[in-house]
């Protein structure tokens, strides 16, 4: 079996993280993605979790201040944000990460996250991008 460094061809940072209390959209970090040409994953979790649905919405644009940003086309992701969603399947902190990749069409990418019937939730989520397509 071949050996493959993962860890020098991948680049992650923080592009989450904000305490929910009501039912809002709150955003989140703007990713420039213009070196991430292997697509990028968002790692989604909670530190501390109440109660409620969680939902990520992936915005992009070519504005770095995403003006003009629509949600990415489902064409483009890489499973979905249901299935990426928080929710009473999170039975305790950090008992589960859910993921949701795509492949950006624009320049900007921005992860928002729609909450829904909820209580003091921390929620988190890590950007994971490869700056080229690893061979496979």
Do not use: H, Q
Not at 34 to 48: C, K, N
Not at 56 to 75: K, R
Not at 109 to 122: G, H
């Amino acid at each position: 079996m071949a050996i493959k460094d993962i860890r020098s061809n991948l680049l992650s940072r923080l592009a989450f993280k904000a305490i929910i209390t009501t039912d809002t959209t709150t955003t989140g970090a703007i990713i420039d993605t213009a070196d991430l040409d292997g697509g990028v994953m968002f790692t989604l979790f909670t530190t501390v979790y109440g109660a409620g649905t969680y939902t990520p919405v992936l915005n992009e644009s070519d504005d770095s201040g995403m003006s003009g940003s629509n949600v990415v086309a489902s064409a483009n992701m890489i499973g979905t944000v249901a299935g990426a969603a928080l929710g009473t399947a999170v039975t305790a902190s950090g008992a589960v990460c859910k993921s949701v990749g795509c492949f950006c069409t624009k320049r900007y990418l921005r992860l928002d996250i729609v909450s829904a019937t909820a209580t003091t939730t921390t929620v988190c989520a890590i950007v994971t991008g490869a700056p080229e397509v690893i061979p496979s």
